[in-house]
Nanobody, 127 residues
Framework: QLQVVESGGNLVQAGKSLRLSCEVT????????IAWFHQAPGKRREGVSC????????LYADSVKGRFTISRDSAKNTTYLQMTNLKPEDTGKYYC????????????????????WGQGTQVTVPS
């Protein structure tokens, strides 16, 4: 069974950068969508970025466009979220998730479409 494990969260000052990693382990299908979601304290989980392993297409939430970049190292089965110019509102837990056997061209940031979730990694950007 496919599992995802996040790492890389930390406390970082505003304006700085951080890279999160999501390793996919277990039985991995040929194609899937991988996404990052953010849950700020007291708020619901929201999509940040996703990537389709079949098409390579990506999608970003408006709040992170131009600041965050999602990428994948297929040899390592690892997806990264490079976060730059971090802001206090980026504080929260970041979850990696996968939609198994996704063969579409464009992934989505809809929570209910994803099957496997990691435990999350904490990012804190003090104000």
């Amino acid at each position: 069974q496919l599992q995802v494990v996040e790492s890389g969260g930390n406390l970082v000052q505003a304006g700085k950068s951080l890279r999160l990693s999501c390793e996919v382990t277990g039985f991995t299908p040929d194609y899937y969508a991988i996404a990052w979601f953010h849950q700020a304290p007291g708020k619901r989980r929201e999509g940040v970025s996703c990537l389709s392993t079949l098409s390579g297409n990506t999608l970003y939430a408006d709040s992170v466009k131009g600041r965050f970049t999602i990428s994948r190292d297929s040899a390592k089965n690892t997806t990264y979220l490079q976060m730059t110019n971090l802001k206090p509102e980026d504080t929260g837990k970041y979850y990696c998730t996968a939609q198994i056997n996704f063969r579409g061209s464009q992934c989505t940031l809809l929570t209910y479409e994803y099957d496997e979730w990691g435990q999350g990694t904490q990012v804190t950007v003090p104000s």
